[in-house]
């Protein structure tokens, strides 16, 4: 019994050193890391721009002329890159830790939605579709 007291009397609190020291902290963001919340913010402007997607498609396929029923395919062609993203998505965090897949899907939807932005065509939008097979890592 005196060997567990002594373990933990030993032990350094896990709390951060901020908090230990008597510091009054207001709001959640003063205890958050600039790196947490950098990710948050990263994070909720993906999702945003993620979901704008589907009320600006059928106006994209209008603007170039395409029967809105391609809206399907597209969105058909979108959940087959989904489900193949989610077969890599496992692979690629093995290889490139969490970090890494998040970048790469930042990129993706970077990539993705620039070529919304310059689509001459609605091949363009299909093709759009493609780099979506690496967003998965944050759906």
Known sequence: RTAGVARTQQREPRLPARWMSGER???WAS????GIVL???NIALYAFCFQM??????????ELGVDESALGQMQAVFGVF???GTLLSGTLMD?????????????SSAVC????????????LYA????TLLQHGML
């Open 128 to 131: 759009a579709q493609v780099p």
């Open 82 to 84: 989904q489900t193949l």
């Open 113 to 124: 939605y620039g070529m919304y932005y310059v689509a001459p065509d609605a091949w363009w």
């Open 95 to 107: 290889m490139y830790g969490t970090r890494g897949l998040l970048v790469l899907n930042f990129v």
């Open 31 to 34: 205890m958050c890391s600039p």
């Open 39 to 41: 990710i948050f913010v």
């Open 25 to 27: 902290t207001t709001g």
């Open 53 to 62: 997607q589907t009320p600006v498609q059928p106006k994209l396929l209008r």
